[in-house]
C-alpha cells in the first residue's frame, strides 16, 4: 500500500527550513522517502499544493477524560456519558491535527484498547492513569471537611488522582497504574491553580515518596513527569530523578541550569492558563481559580525563555479540561508568540517526541518513522494562529492512514 504527498512546502518537525514542492511518499504505516521532486509512483497520490505538510502534532500534556465536575457530585455523571464526552474529545482532537497526545491524568489503558479496536476516532494516547498526590495536596478535590473522600474512580475509563501518602503508598498506585496501562507516571509535586487548600509555592510530596515513583517507573523503562510551579518543587524532582516539569511557572535561572544539566525538561502549559479565567464555569471549576491563574501566563512565557536561555528541553501541551476540547492548537499559538513558529511547531512535535522517549518512533518527517502527517490551508509560520483552527488543518494521515481528509 502506497501513498504519495506532493506539491506541498514541508516543515518536518526538525526546525529544518521549509521545503518546497516536497514528494513524501508513505509504505504502509511509515514514510518510505522524501524528495524535493516528484516521480513517477505506484499507489494513492495527494495533491498538497497551496499546503503547508507537517508531522503530526503532540500535544504531551492533554486531559482527554476529564469531562466531569471533579469537586461536584461524583454520581452527577454516569459512565456512558463519561466515556461518550471522552470520546468526543478523543474525535476533536484528532481533527485538529493532533495524531498523539500524552494525557498528563485521567484515562489509563482502557480508552487505548478502545481507540485500538477503530471504533473511537482518536489520538495515539499515552497514559499516565490517575496523577499520584499527596494528602491535601493539588488533585485532592473534594472539600477539607467531607467526611469520606469519593471521586470518578472508574477502572478502565477515568480516575483524576490518587492520594498516596508514603513511599509504599507511591510505589503501590504506580505499580497498580502500570498494570491498566499507563506509559509514564504523572505526580503533583507542587500546589496548583485548581486547588482549593494549598498554595502555588507549595512543595508537595517528599523526595523520598517520588523517588519509589521514579524507581518504579525506571523498572518498566519509563519516568515520571512532574506537575510544578515553583523552584523548590522541580529541585525536589529533580533530586528524586523525576525528568519532565509540567507547567514551570516561576522557573528562575539557577533552576533552569540545573534542569539543564539534569537533562530534564519543561512542558509549558499556556492554551490552559489563557482559557481557565473565561473558561472556569464550563469546565465545572470554583471561581476560586480566577484569582489563582492571575499572571500565571506572563510567568510562564519569562520561564520558557528563561528555559530556552539555559538550553533546557522545552515541549509543548494544552493542558485542556472539559467537555468540547476543540482549542488543543491555541498552545501552538500561544507559544510562537515567544518562541516563534518555527520554534513553536518544534516543541510540539519532535521536542515532544523526545520528552516521551518516542523519537525514533514520530515527532517528524524522516525517513522510517510512522507517517503521521497533516496538512494545513496556509502557512502557519507567518499565521500561527492558524494552528488554532481545525477547519484549515485539511487533511490529518496517522501512521499511514488517512483519517480527516477535505481535499
Ligand atoms: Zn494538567
Partial sequence: MTLTLTGGRLIDGTGADPVERATIALEGDRIAAISGSAKNRDGDIIDCAGLTVLPGLIDAHAHLGLVFDFGGDPGAMSPAEIAAQTFRNCELCLDAGFTTVRDMCGVDGGLVRALASGLVRGPRVYPSGPAIVQTGGHGHINGPFCFDDHYVAIPGLVQLTAICDGADQVRRQARLNFRRGATQLKAFISGGVVSTTD????????????????????????????????????????????????????????????????????????????LLAQNWKEWKLPESVVPRIAGCERMMEEAMRIARAAGVLIGSGSDLLGTEQNRRGLELTLQARVLGAMEAIVCATSSNARIMHQEKLFGSIEAGKLADIIAINGDPLAQPELFDDPSRVVLVIQGGKTVKNLL
Fill in 199 to 274: 498554595r502555588l509555592e507549595d512543595t508537595q510530596l517528599t523526595v523520598e515518596e517520588l523517588r519509589a515513583a521514579v524507581l518504579e517507573a525506571r523498572a518498566r523503562e519509563t519516568y515520571v513527569a512532574g506537575h510544578a510551579h515553583n523552584n523548590q518543587a522541580i529541585r525536589n524532582g529533580l533530586e528524586a530523578g523525576l525528568e519532565c516539569f509540567e507547567h514551570g511557572t516561576m522557573l528562575d535561572e539557577a533552576t533552569a541550569a540545573a534542569m539543564a544539566r539534569a537533562n530534564a525538561a519543561l512542558d509549558p502549559t499556556l492554551a490552559v492558563t489563557q
